[in-house]
């Protein structure tokens, strides 16, 4: 085939012309582009079009993003490009980070845009003009202007201005010109310079059309010093810069306060401001440095010099003076106070009184021995009153305590009468009543069974509720004399010049309230060393009445107890602690009164001074106080004892202890004792001691009624471990109960039935006539019997000694 160069050129320009009969679809095209994909020869950086119709590399996208970037004219929405370069806008927002990555600062991305430098150049350019003809703009007008935030374009301008491409300077969010501030600065001056009074900046600020403007209106007060420091304006800011003060009106103040000064000798704070001047006491402090500073006002040496030749003048001639008059009336009372102090004459040998008095000490010794002469007056006039007081009451005490009426006495009457019954002194086994024995044959071991109280009550107490009325008058007594209102009429008596002086006319109370202390004292001392005569025995009297109540309470605590043996057997154990009631209890009673008695001062003061004291009330080894005595101190109580011992005291009247122990518990809180409970370790104490002395008595008994008296309770106290004072009719139970214990052989308990039913037919012997005369010899016969064999049972062998401590 010799076909030349031309043919095959020719032929091969044919074909290319010659449309193709076979064409591929889309899907083809697409798998094709897949499989290319797959092997490598085609990258990964191809995207789709918003049509699917064409793919597109990332290099194509990033340089669509430029030209659109330069079409719009260095500004663009990310939202925009998806429309222009017809891919998604995720695609569009990576391609645009590539640009801004890439582009050095040429481009930047903010606030969801696109901008380039050149954009930012012209931006600044438009800038400059507008600030070269308005000579200031705001950064936060130009972000509206231009759709920017205000930070960012804040950023921009400023490497503008500090590149020279805006011609300003930008501060606070403002940028100006030099020439604006210029024209500023000529305003204020003409402003200043016209001013006569005070101006304030902020005003003049509103003046100017700058007040929206802060950074400018905090360059007003600089350009203001500028002013004054290049001589342009005479005056100077006060107030923190916020106010101007022209020198002509400085001086004009100056010269109105001082002449005020020099003409007064003394200006208030209020009038200084009212010339207009601002820090009152500095200003004064500054121009007058001789000056003294009060509260109220500012007050010349003269002043002080004035008071204090005053003052001098009155202490010379020992009396005193007000200084009131002698001080500018606008003082207060603490300047007058200040200017006092400043007075070398008020000090030693003289005393401010009611504000503004000074009187000299001497005036006040005097006056203070006539007051002490007063007091002690006084109190010699409420010693007899207290006495008047005493006497009547005495008096009254006795002829209720004579009497059989009042409720005091008939409370204290059961229970005296009740403690001399004799159905505590029956020894019979029960049945008919026996007559009582001889006081010499009761059993006396451990003062346990106490003798009962006499019906024919001695005397009352003396003093009782007549004398707290005496205590009360001459304590009112006392209080009317002493108090500072009847001691300024004393002032007053003895200086009537001094009647309305002081401040608040009060100078009188005032040397009333200055001497009232020593006073007092001088009136106590004296009502002191009058009534203390008889403290040192009202005190052992107490102290006797205390110890006294303690014992006799151990004891009601030791032997009720004790009478818990009997508890099934109630008739005796109601005969036991009526019998407690009566020795033990009573006692309780009579000592907690001897105890208020001696508090009420009626045992003790009235009993020495011859007003009819009784030595019952005195003595706590007396014996025990009629119910005339008991209703006599407590009439006497006061209400907050009162009652409570009351009630205990109408309690001894009864039979049991669990009624009277809770009212005596209250009587002795109410009168500020405490009795005290026994516990287990200490009971025991007491019951080996009561059983020894019980077995010292016992070997000692003149009578076989004494040893039979004796014999039960030891017994008990032996083998129960338990102290009980046991009355004559309450024997024969004891013996009942050593025997139901079987805590002795049988053979003991009926010697010990035998010998009480011996002495009890003895005793009932006792009473009748010649008749009885061979019985009684022979019962006396069988106790002689059984006195050695009781003995030898007591210090037999055999015993539980249970009780033992």
């Not at 342009?232 to 003060?245: E, N």
């Not at 121009?287 to 204090?308: C, I, K, M, N, R």
Request: proline share 3%; with cysteine; hydrophobic share 45%.
């Amino acid at each position: 085939m010799d076909l030349s160069l031309d043919d095959l050129l020719s032929g091969l320009e044919a074909a290319q012309q010659k449309k193709s009969k076979v064409r591929l679809s889309e899907r083809n095209v697409v798998e094709l582009v897949a499989k290319l994909r797959q092997l490598g020869l085609l990258g990964d950086d191809l995207l789709y079009t918003t049509n699917g119709k064409e793919y597109v590399t990332r290099q194509r996208v990033e340089a669509e993003v430029r030209a659109a970037v330069r079409a719009a004219g260095g500004r663009i929405p990310l939202v925009d490009l998806p429309t222009q370069l017809g891919l998604d806008l995720v695609h569009c927002e990576r391609g645009a980070a590539a640009v801004v990555a890439s582009a050095d600062g040429a481009i930047t991305q903010a606030q969801g845009e696109l901008f380039s430098t050149a954009y930012f150049d012209g931006l600044a350019a438009e800038v400059d003009e507008t600030l070269q003809e308005a000579g200031v703009v705001a950064v936060g007008d130009l972000a509206r202007r231009f759709g920017l935030g205000t930070e960012m374009i804040s950023g921009v301008l400023s490497d503008r201005v500090a590149s020279g491409l805006v011609r300003g300077k930008m501060e606070a969010g403002v940028i100006y010109t030099q020439a604006y501030l210029a024209r500023i600065k000529a305003q204020l001056r003409g402003a200043l310079r016209g001013a006569s009074a005070p101006l304030s900046i902020p005003a003049l600020v509103k003046e100017l059309g700058i007040e929206g403007l802060a950074s400018l209106q905090a360059l007003v007060p600089s350009l203001v010093e500028e002013l004054a420091v290049e001589g342009s304006v005479s005056g100077k800011l006060a107030a923190g810069g916020t106010s101007w003060v022209p020198s002509a009106y400085v001086a004009a103040q100056q010269d109105a306060v001082r002449a005020f000064f020099q003409q007064n000798s003394y200006i208030g704070y209020d009038t200084v401001k009212q010339y207009g001047v601002p820090n009152s006491k500095q200003f004064l402090a500054q121009h007058f440095p001789d000056g003294v500073a009060l509260e109220s006002a500012y007050v010349s040496p003269a002043v002080v010099d004035q008071v204090e030749a005053t003052i001098e003048e009155a202490l010379g001639a020992g009396s005193w003076c007000d200084v009131l008059p002698h001080v500018p009336s606008i003082l207060s009372l603490a300047d007058t106070a200040a200017v006092l102090s400043r007075c070398k004459a008020a000090g030693a040998g003289a005393k401010v009184l009611a504000g503004t008095c000074v009187v000299a000490a001497s005036l006040l010794d005097s006056i203070r021995e006539q007051l002490l002469e007063a007091a002690r007056q006084a109190a010699d006039a409420a010693h007899k009153q207290r006495r008047t007081g005493g006497q009547q009451g005495a008096a009254a005490a006795a002829q209720a305590a004579g009497g059989k009426g009042g409720a005091a006495a008939e409370s204290g009457g059961k229970g005296a009468a009740a403690a001399g019954s004799d159905d505590d002194d029956d020894w019979d086994m029960g049945g008919k009543k026996g007559k009582k024995g001889k006081g010499g044959k009761k059993g006396k071991g451990g003062g346990g069974g106490g003798k009962p109280a006499s019906k024919a009550g001695g005397s009352g107490k003396a003093g009782g509720g007549g004398q707290g009325g005496g205590d009360a008058a001459a304590a009112a007594a006392g209080s009317n004399v002493l108090s500072v209102a009847s001691l300024a009429q004393h002032v007053v008596e003895l200086h009537p010049d001094t009647e309305a002086a002081g401040a608040d006319g009060n100078l009188p109370a005032a040397i009333a309230a200055e001497l009232r202390p020593a006073v007092v004292a001088e009136y106590e001392r004296a009502l002191h060393a009058i009534f203390t005569a008889g403290a040192e025995k009202r005190r052992r009297v107490r102290d006797a009445a205390a110890a006294a109540l303690d014992s006799a309470y151990e004891r009601l605590q030791l032997f009720g107890h004790g009478a818990d043996l009997f508890a099934k057997d109630e008739a005796t154990l109601a005969v036991l602690q009526r019998h407690l009631l009566r020795g033990a209890g009573a006692e309780c009673v009579d000592a907690l009164l001897r105890y208020l008695a001696a508090d009420l001062s009626s045992a003790g003061e009235a009993g020495e001074e011859g007003q009819g004291g009784d030595p019952a009330l005195t003595d706590a080894a007396a014996g025990p106080l009629s119910a005339a005595q008991r209703a006599a101190v407590l009439k006497d109580l006061p209400p907050d004892v009162k009652p409570a011992a009351s009630a205990a005291v109408e309690k001894l009247g009864g039979t049991s202890l669990e009624g009277f122990q809770p009212e005596l518990d209250a009587a002795a809180e109410a009168a500020g004792l405490r009795l005290r409970r026994l516990d287990k370790k200490a009971e025991r104490s007491l019951v080996f001691a009561q059983r020894k002395l019980w077995e010292q008595q016992a070997a000692a008994a003149p009578d076989a009624s004494t040893l039979l008296a004796l014999s039960v309770p030891l017994l008990l106290a032996r083998h129960a471990g338990r102290a009980v004072n046991l009355p004559g009719r309450a024997l024969a139970a004891g013996v009942e109960l050593l025997r139901a214990g079987g805590q002795l052989p049988e053979d003991a308990c009926q010697l010990l039935a035998d010998f009480h039913g011996a002495v009890v037919e003895q005793l009932k012997l006792q009473s009748g006539g010649e008749e009885a005369a061979e019985k009684q010899a022979e019962i006396a016969e069988r106790l002689e019997g059984m006195v050695p064999r009781v003995h030898a049972l007591l210090a037999g062998g055999g015993d539980k000694e249970g009780g033992d401590a």
